[in-house]
């Protein structure tokens, strides 16, 4: 699979209502609409100033009505507690088969007074410290601890599930009570340029969306209107486009950016699409068990 431009949609609530105002019918065909596209990922974005809608229930559903599209929710770390999000993200990550990303926001107007309502830590170490608590979540139960041994009567080794101990702006035991995502670590996305405040998110993120040159470990991708040329900027690893108009529309406007030379293999994850590598381990070797045997 080769491909030259990695390339996104970006909708935000209102558009993402529209799509569910027309019920099942419009859900299925707008999945399909996405899928066919040939875009890798599609960013849903929370709330707009007139309609409420909750990004993570619109990727739930658009899971089962695509195949192969990424699906980035949207989500502040200053309304969501990490252990709400990293149990959320992992499970669309199972039921979409590896294809959800998290965009990291940073503001959250529940928090006016520059404190999270989850924590008494300074907003800013909020963010970066719910990102290291989320990975360190997805890894405490590993995938093959379950067995499912009937003649035993073992559903999971259960002594392999791990406490994360963490201590920061949260603090968090664990462990997560669904097995680790399918791609282990979703993709991170990051706007730039970070607030100084928040400058910790910044070096964690896979993916930042951002102008070019910016320095990062993954792509950058840059924002761009439906009116973008169709060659985003050479130094750029793609684009993602915005729009005020439909959904349709929009995503037909990202269409327009796709250059891949083959339609990428059905089981293929986010990861995969965006060129990332393996993503290595977070918790220690030697962490606790969370159920130690006798």
């Known amino acids: 699979m080769t491909r030259h431009t990695i390339v996104g949609a970006a909708l935000d609530g ?7 105002d027309r019920g099942g019918a419009g859900i299925t065909k707008f999945g399909a609409l996405l899928d066919d596209s040939g875009i890798d990922f599609v960013v849903l974005r929370p709330d707009s ?11 739930a559903v658009l899971a089962r009505h695509t195949r192969s599209v990424g699906l980035v929710v949207a989500a502040a770390p200053l309304r969501d507690h990490p252990y709400n999000l990293a149990r959320r993200l992992g499970s669309i ?3 979409s088969g590896g294809r959800v990303g998290w965009l990291v926001l940073l503001g ?11 924590t008494s830590a300074p907003r800013g170490d909020v963010p970066a410290d719910a990102v290291r608590a989320v990975r360190e979540l997805w890894e405490s139960w590993p995938p093959d601890a379950v067995v499912d041994d009937r003649e035993r009567g ?3 080794e ?44 910044a070096g964690l993120a896979d993916v930042v969306l951002a102008p070019a040159g910016t320095p990062v470990r993954g792509p950058v991708l840059r924002w761009a209107g439906a009116e973008a040329p169709a060659s985003p900027a050479a130094e750029a690893a793609g684009i993602v486009i915005v729009g005020e108009g439909t959904p349709a529309a929009v995503v037909a406007a990202a269409a327009r950016h796709v250059t891949a030379s083959a339609v990428p293999p059905a089981g293929t994850t986010l990861r ?9 381990p977070v918790l220690p070797s ?6 130690p045997t006798a």
Not at 49 to 59: E, G, I, K, N, Q
Not at 108 to 118: C, K, L, N
Not at 159 to 178: F, K, Q
Request: proline fraction near 12%; hydrophobic fraction near 45%.
């Open 14 to 20: 209102a558009q993402v209502a529209a799509v569910f």
């Open 49 to 59: 100033a007139t309609v409420r809608f909750d990004p993570s229930v619109a990727a």
């Open 93 to 95: 990550d199972h039921a």
């Open 108 to 118: 959250d107007p529940a928090a006016a007074d520059g404190r999270s309502v989850w």
């Open 154 to 156: 073992v559903f999971a």
């Open 158 to 201: 259960s002594a392999r599930i791990r406490y994360v101990d963490h201590a920061g702006a949260h603090g968090i035991t664990g462990p997560l009570n669904i097995p680790e995502p399918l791609q282990v670590k979703p993709p991170i996305f990051a706007e730039s340029p970070v607030p100084g405040e928040y400058r910790d998110l």
């Open 272 to 280: 995969a699409r965006l060129g990332l590598p393996a993503p290595d």
């Open 286 to 291: 030697d962490a606790r068990s969370a159920f």
